[in-house]
C-alpha cells in the first residue's frame, strides 16, 4: 500500500523527515515551493501523479519509481485528490448571468467530453478519464472512512421530476428526516429527485416552513432545462447557509446536459457511467429509497436487487419503494418484485412500500441500529 500524499500541508509535513522517502503517491502536487529539500531526498518505490517541479528530482528516484504525466491539455486533472464541491465545478459562474454557466468548470470538461467523444478511442483521452475516476473512487472512499457503512443512504428516481411535484418535496421531507438522524444521503447527484435529496439534506435542522420558503423560491424554475434552473439553488444556498450536515452526489459527463446539483455538498463526478451507478449502489449500505422514475430508477432496482439476493457485502439492505400507486400501477414493479420473490427467483430482499415519511424514517433507523 503506498501512502497517498494529495495536499501541500501534507508534503511540507512529509519533507520533515528528509532522507529516504520509500513508498509514498505524490497526487498532482506541486514540488517547486519545496524545490530545495525535495532535491536532497531519495525517492524509493515512489508514484508521482502529474504534478510540477518533478523532473529535477528524476536523478534522485530509483527504477522502482513511476512518474505519470500531468495532462496539462485537458480541461480536468486526471489525478485530483478531492472530491468536487459545487464552488469547484461551478468555477467560472456570474450570479445574475445564466449565460455564464458556458465558463464553467463543468461546462468546459462536458465540451472537451463531447469534442472527444463519449466513447472515446484515443489512447491519451482514454487514459485520462481512467485515471480521473480512479482518483474519484481514491477521493470518494477517503470521505465514506467517516462514516458508518450502515449510515450511507441512497434515494433513486426520475431526473425530471418537476421542483413543484409533490413527490419532489416529498423526498426532500425524507432525506431531511434522515439527515437529522445520522445518514449521510447519496444520490445521482443530478436534477429531479436527485437533487430533492440534496436540498432535503441541505435544509436539516431547520424547520418546515423554511423548507416551503426554499422549495417557493426554486418554483419559478421547475425543471432543470429551465434557465433560471442553476441560478434559483444558488439564492436558495445563499438564503439558508448549511455549515453542519453533508450529502454526497454522484453525476456523470454521459449526462452532462443535466446539471449536478450544487445542493449536494460533495460531489464525485464521473466519466464511466457504469462506474458510477455501481459505485451509488455499493455504498448505500443502508438501503436505498425509490422515489417514481423510469428506465434510468429500473435498472438500479434490478441491479440492487441482484446485489442483495447474493448477499455481496454480507448482508441484505432495505429496499423501500416510495409511492404506492406509482409502483403498483402505474409502473408495477413492486407486484413483479413479490411474484419473484414468491417463485424463488430471489431472496434475502428486504422489500417495503409505503406513502409515508415516518415509516421510512423508522426502516431505515431499524436496519442501521439493529445489528
Excluded at 82 to 97: I, K, Q, R
Excluded at 135 to 159: P, T, W, Y
Excluded at 162 to 188: H, Q
Aim: charged share 25%.
Amino acid at each position: 500500500m503506498y501512502k497517498e500524499i494529495n495536499t501541500a500541508e501534507g508534503l511540507k509535513e512529509l519533507f520533515r523527515e528528509k532522507g529516504t522517502l520509500r513508498g509514498y503517491a505524490f497526487q498532482d502536487m506541486d514540488f517547486r515551493p519545496f524545490a530545495d529539500i525535495a532535491a536532497e531526498c531519495w525517492y524509493r518505490d515512489c508514484i508521482f501523479l502529474g504534478g510540477d517541479g518533478i523532473n529535477v528530482l528524476r536523478p534522485r528516484m530509483d527504477s522502482e519509481c513511476m512518474v505519470f504525466p500531468s495532462f496539462r491539455d485537458m480541461p480536468f486533472s486526471p489525478f485530483t485528490g478531492h472530491l468536487y464541491t459545487s464552488e469547484t465545478l461551478y468555477a467560472g459562474y456570474v450570479p445574475g448571468d445564466p449565460a455564464s454557466y458556458s465558463e464553467t468548470y463543468d461546462s468546459k470538461v462536458y465540451t472537451h467530453y463531447l469534442n472527444a467523444g463519449k466513447q472515446a478511442t484515443g489512447v491519451k483521452e482514454t487514459l485520462a478519464r481512467i485515471l480521473h475516476d480512479r482518483s474519484m473512487n481514491d477521493a470518494m472512499n477517503d470521505f465514506l472512512k467517516g462514516f458508518d457503512e450502515r449510515s450511507v443512504v441512497g434515494i433513486m428516481g426520475g431526473h425530471g421530476l418537476s421542483r413543484n411535484d409533490e413527490c419532489y418535496r416529498k423526498v426532500v421531507l425524507v432525506s431531511k428526516a434522515l439527515t437529522e438522524s445520522g445518514c449521510l444521503m447519496v444520490s445521482g447527484g443530478g436534477p429531479g429527485a436527485m437533487e430533492a435529496t440534496h436540498l432535503g439534506a441541505w435544509m436539516a435542522g431547520r424547520d418546515e416552513k423554511e423548507v416551503d420558503e426554499a422549495l417557493e423560491m426554486l418554483s419559478c424554475a421547475p425543471s432543470y432545462k429551465d434557465e433560471l434552473w442553476l441560478e434559483t439553488a444558488l439564492r436558495v444556498m445563499k438564503r439558508f447557509p448549511c455549515t453542519e450536515h453533508v450529502s454526497l452526489g454522484i453525476p456523470t459527463w454521459l449526462y452532462g446536459h443535466e446539471p449536478a446539483t450544487p445542493f449536494a455538498t460533495h460531489i464525485a463526478k464521473y466519466f464511466d457511467n457504469s462506474t458510477r451507478e455501481d459505485n451509488i449502489i455499493t455504498i448505500a449500505k443502508g438501503g436505498i429509497i425509490y422515489s417514481p422514475g423510469s428506465a434510468g430508477t429500473m435498472q438500479e432496482i434490478f441491479q440492487d436487487a441482484v446485489q442483495n439476493h447474493y448477499l455481496s457485502f454480507g448482508y441484505a439492505s432495505p429496499m423501500i419503494f416510495l409511492d404506492k400507486e406509482f409502483w403498483t400501477e402505474s409502473m408495477p414493479v413492486y407486484r413483479l418484485m413479490e411474484h419473484l420473490i414468491e417463485k424463488g427467483k430471489y431472496n434475502n430482499l428486504l422489500l417495503s412500500i409505503t406513502d409515508s415519511i415516518s415509516d421510512i424514517v423508522t426502516t431505515i433507523n431499524d436496519f442501521r441500529n439493529n445489528r
